[in-house]
Every structure is written in C-alpha cells, then in structure tokens.
C-alpha cells in the first residue's frame, strides 16, 4: 500500500525548533521528488521547500529560506523539514507530497500525499 505519513508536529514558542518527518511505504522516496506544503487557517496552501528526486536539489519558499531545511535519508525511505527561528505565521498544517516530475516544475501536483500534522507556533 503507497503510503506518506508526516509526524513531528506539535506547539513550539517562537523561536524554536521543530522536525516533521515524512515517511513513506509501497514506494521507494529517493526516486520520487518530496515536497512539503503548508496551509494555515484561512489562507491557500502554499509550498515550503522540495527536493528533487532525481539528483537531491532542493528549494524553498522565500519566507523559509534559511530557517528550514529539507533532507532526505533513504536508508529509512524518509524526507524530513528541519524548521528553527520559528514564527507565529509559520503555524499551519504540513502536509508532504510526493510527485515523479522536478520540484518547480509546474506540472508537480501530488501523486501521493500524507495526511498532514499540526505545527503551532505560540507563546
């Protein structure tokens, strides 16, 4: 069974730090590019940061960028979102896809997609 599962989220005070993970079953995650979306109440999802399957290139969101950092280990066939320095609108669900086309490409939608896990970020 083709399968994404995010864990990891939880309530953090700004400035701290959080790793969502994104595990996947039924397919192999090193061949596939991952991305990982958010989307807060209210307002559209947006995408975070992704890294290309093909060659393990990434990117980010400019709202992101140097504060979260995407990796992959796939002896354990899971992508992870390293997040410090976090901020009050970093709260939202995250959600991970998984697609077989380049991150930014514009036809990335979202073979697979995981259920999603709470971040929330208050003091």
């Known amino acids: 069974q083709v399968q994404l599962v995010e864990s990891g989220g939880g309530l953090v005070q700004p400035g701290g730090s959080l790793r969502l993970s994104c595990a996947a079953s039924?397919?192999?995650?090193?061949?596939?590019?991952t991305a990982w979306f958010r989307q807060a109440p209210g307002k559209e999802r947006e995408g975070v940061s992704c890294i290309t399957g093909s060659d393990g290139s990434t990117n980010y969101a400019d709202s992101v960028k140097g504060r979260f950092s995407i990796t992959r280990d796939s002896a354990k066939n899971t992508v992870y979102l390293e997040m410090s320095s976090l901020k009050l609108e970093d709260t939202a669900v995250y959600y991970c896809?998984?697609?077989?086309?380049?991150?930014?490409?514009?036809?990335?939608?979202?073979?697979?997609w995981g259920q999603g896990t709470q971040v929330t970020v208050s003091s």
């Open positions: 896809a998984a697609d077989a086309v380049r991150c930014g490409s514009r036809y990335y939608t979202g073979k697979y």
């Open positions: 039924g397919f192999t995650l090193h061949y596939w590019s």
